[in-house]
């Protein structure tokens, strides 16, 4: 149980377009997902956290106009990259949390982003 | 503020060698921890979490921890380590109501046969 999926797993884009990533519970209602963001060899920056049905909270120094996150269900967050630039490649990845699992954050496989 | 630090960036142990990974957390309450392993380029993935009650928590894959109040330590450890065991393994801490998880920088682990 506790299974979270990402898709896509890699996406390459051109500068400018914009990205949408998918962030789903597979087997539990997620009432918060959270979106974070990892370099190389380098521990995970949490973004945005997101409840079902309200606005992201996004953490200080996080464009909320350029990384657009919706959680329109019980079981899907977006994460949308607006206006993608290199400086935007990224390993993105989403984590999921709800009552059935009280406290404990189940993670996604992660999305690779290349912006050429 | 809440933090983690895990003293260790790299280790490497020989396969079926003991293995402990430290970790150490700043928070005024007790905490939620959570140690957590990634292998490259892929999620994290949820080895052990600690509550409360008992101190000693197993965990998946032939992992333990302890927490020790009076240290502020997490400390992972195992027996005896195998070769699908290397990976980056974070320690991560979870306090107020926001859910948040606070990371480590995390700890490279390399297997020598």
């Known amino acids: 149980g506790a299974v979270v999926s990402q898709h896509p797993s890699r996406v390459i884009c051109k500068s400018g377009t914009s990205v949408k990533i998918e962030c789903r519970s597979l087997d539990f209602q997620a009432t918060t997902m959270f979106w974070y963001r990892q370099f190389p060899k380098q521990s995970l920056m949490l973004m945005a956290t997101s409840n079902e049905g309200s606005k992201a909270t996004y953490e200080q120094g996080v464009e909320k106009d350029k990384f657009l996150i919706n959680h329109a269900s019980l079981t899907l967050s977006t994460l949308t990259v607006t206006s993608a630039h290199p400086e935007d490649s990224s390993f993105y990845i989403c984590s999921a949390t709800g009552r059935s699992i009280q406290e404990t954050q189940y993670f996604g496989p992660g999305t690779r982003l290349l912006v050429l | 503020a809440q933090s983690v630090t895990q003293p260790d960036i790299h280790i490497t142990v020989s396969e079926g060698a003991s293995l402990e990974l430290r970790c150490n957390y700043s928070?005024?309450?007790?905490?939620?921890l959570f140690w957590y392993v990634q292998s490259p380029g892929q999620g994290l993935q949820l080895l052990l979490k600690y509550f409360s009650g008992d101190t000693l928590v197993q965990g998946i894959k032939g992992f333990e921890a302890e927490f020790k109040r009076s240290q502020s330590s997490f400390n992972l450890r195992k027996p005896s380590v195998h070769w699908s065991d290397a990976a980056e393994y974070f320690c991560a801490v979870q306090g107020g109501n926001t859910g948040k998880l606070i990371f480590g920088q995390g700890t490279t682990l390399q297997v020598k046969p």
């Open positions: 928070y005024g309450a007790t905490p939620y």
